[in-house]
């Protein structure tokens, strides 16, 4: 197969692909589920004017300063998740509950002997930020070309005998300059993926035949990769290939702040708070993706220099990942009361700096129809890294009808376009790119409303909508997505919606809030990102619609004193 040079612009992005973070990675870790209180959910979490209630310690800072007593409380969330999978052969529904606390907190309130301060206040809260529980899978994605040719791209340009392992000199093949014993996932700054692909037997070097001084053929390795797919247009003899591929993503984990809090109140009319939020960052997630494909180039031999031959093979990658670390944030809050009946609120978030610590593995299972079975796997990774997630931007109003009904609206600001990655090095440029080539800002609509019954009796209802943060080329895969590792797939968001309802009763300070909570967000998963191949036209990977939906059930128990 002749190839053109286009390998030079791919043999360029290598840098990129080999990078040990992404901007994938960032947007993963990144975002809020809008959990607290079952009266805050119940809301839709349109508490950025309102304040007095525990929730708003994570919200806006200036909710502390609307107390007049003291409280503690805690809430737990009951998550029944659905996930479905369609625009596929074979669409997948899978269910799961989960249960988390979503936030426990105590407010301390004292009144001052002062015209203009009114109230101190000073609170400290646990809240569950974001769970990063989900599972979902696809089945019978039709194939237009395969993940081994994406890598077998990625790695054109690289010398094979550089991608193999060597014990001492006398295994180095003449001509090769390498200190042994000779690890490439440990002794070069190849991607892994690519080595991964080698060993495991999907991406083959092209072998081409010269004749030595005595006009002998002699076959010997080249620079150049096929992948297992063989299209039309490759001139090769045999017929095209086909096949599906099949999938199942597992995620797991939490983001955990800790708030610290102190507002005041100044003559009954505004109302300020400042706070220190600590995160606790835990994400794992554990791939599974494979290809069976029919006509394929497979491995002549046991050995690279073998070649390629046409015949039918299955093979799959497998990959595990964690993140774990540490970051601090602070909130600046407002809220303006110019009469009893309405209020205005406003909130800034900084961004909150992680560090962080991420490790994985991958792994390849390949067997064809010759009896040929390889499992390969990388070494173990382990690196650091920072990540500055978005700074926020909170607006709300909130009105006071009869002094039975609140009604009050939100709106919020994330600029996901703006979040930054670095290791000890500096910062990571050509991520820091990606990020504003892929993400842009959120954009997000609460309303909730609230109706006293009776003096110990209410009921809630709210609405939330948060617009996506991907950008239209990256979710329609008009430009390629890098992704780090050995892991090549990603799922990308569209828009959020949630619709909420909820009952509270009062008693002697004591009370019980209960909300049930809607959320629907659909997404799109892709196996790899779109290419172009080496006559230049865009290759789709294979994709599914994914259909998020959850309902939660919320309780929140407190005392007011």
């Not at 529904?93 to 203009?116: L, P, R």
């Not at 909420?500 to 892709?526: I, P, W």
Request: glycine letters at 10%; hydrophobic letters at 35%.
């Amino acid at each position: 197969m002749k190839k053109t040079n286009f390998a030079i612009a791919i043999a360029a992005l290598l840098p990129i692909a080999a990078s040990a973070q992404s901007a994938t990675d960032a947007y993963r870790l990144s975002g809020q589920d809008g959990r607290g209180t079952a009266r805050f959910m119940a809301m839709g979490g349109a508490f950025t004017a309102l304040g007095g209630d525990l929730s708003t310690l994570n919200q806006n800072p200036a909710g502390i300063g609307v107390y007049r007593g003291s409280e503690i409380g805690f809430t737990l969330d009951i998550n029944m998740m659905n996930n479905k999978s369609s625009q596929i052969g074979q669409p997948m529904s899978m269910n799961k509950t989960h249960a988390d606390v979503n936030n426990f907190g105590y407010v301390g309130t004292f009144n001052i002997d002062s015209e203009i301060m009114k109230t101190i206040s000073w609170g400290v809260s646990y809240g569950r930020s974001k769970s990063f529980e989900r599972q979902y899978s696809g089945y019978g994605m039709g194939l237009n070309s395969s993940l081994s040719n994406y890598i077998a791209l990625m790695t054109d340009g690289i010398d094979p005998y550089r991608m193999m392992f060597y014990d001492n000199q006398s295994q180095l093949p003449a001509g090769l300059n390498l200190s042994t014993p000779y690890n490439p996932y440990q002794n070069s700054d190849i991607n892994w993926l690519s080595i991964l692909g080698f060993s495991g037997g999907v991406i083959n070097p092209v072998v081409e035949v010269s004749a030595d001084n005595q006009g002998n053929p002699v076959s010997y390795l080249t620079d150049m990769y096929n992948g297992l797919f063989q299209h039309p247009q490759q001139g090769l003899q045999g017929d095209p290939s086909q096949g599906t591929g099949e999938f199942t993503v597992r995620e797991r984990g939490y983001v955990d702040e800790y708030s610290i809090n102190i507002g005041g109140n100044l003559s009954n009319m505004i109302y300020w708070g400042l706070g220190l939020g600590i995160t606790d960052l835990n994400y794992e997630q554990e791939t599974y993706y494979s290809e069976s494909i029919q006509s394929a180039n497979v491995p002549a031999g046991s050995s690279p220099i073998d070649g390629i031959r046409e015949g039918n093979c299955d093979w799959e990658l497998n990959n595990a990942r964690k993140t774990t670390g540490t970051g601090v944030n602070l909130k600046l809050g407002l809220i303006f009361k110019p009469i009893n009946e309405f209020r205005l609120g406003f909130a800034v978030h900084t961004p909150t700096w992680y560090n962080l610590t991420t490790s994985y593995y991958g792994n390849i299972l390949y067997g064809d129809e010759y009896g040929t079975q390889l499992n390969e796997s990388t070494d173990d990774a382990y690196y650091d890294w920072k990540m500055k997630s978005p700074w926020k931007l909170m607006f709300g109003a909130a009105g006071v009808i009869g002094g039975r009904a609140i009604i009050s609206a939100d709106y919020e600001y994330d600029a996901y376009g703006n979040m930054t990655t670095s290791d000890s090095y500096g910062d990571l440029d050509y991520v820091n790119q990606d990020i504003k080539d892929y993400f842009k800002a959120a954009n997000t609509i609460r309303l909730g409303a609230e109706f006293r019954v009776t003096p110990q009796f209410s009921v809630r209802a709210g609405y939330a909508y948060t617009s996506t943060n991907v950008k239209a080329e990256a979710a329609d895969g008009a430009i390629e997505v890098v992704t780090a590792g050995t892991n090549p797939a990603y799922t990308l968001d569209n828009d959020v919606n949630s619709i909420s309802f909820g009952l509270g009763y009062r008693f002697s300070g004591f009370y019980a809030d209960a909300a049930f909570v809607h959320r629907n967000t659909s997404s799109k998963y892709h196996a790899f990102s779109n290419f172009k191949d080496y006559n230049g036209e865009w290759i789709s990977s294979p994709t599914a619609k994914m259909d998020f939906n959850s309902n939660q059930l919320v309780f929140t128990v407190g005392y007011k004193f």
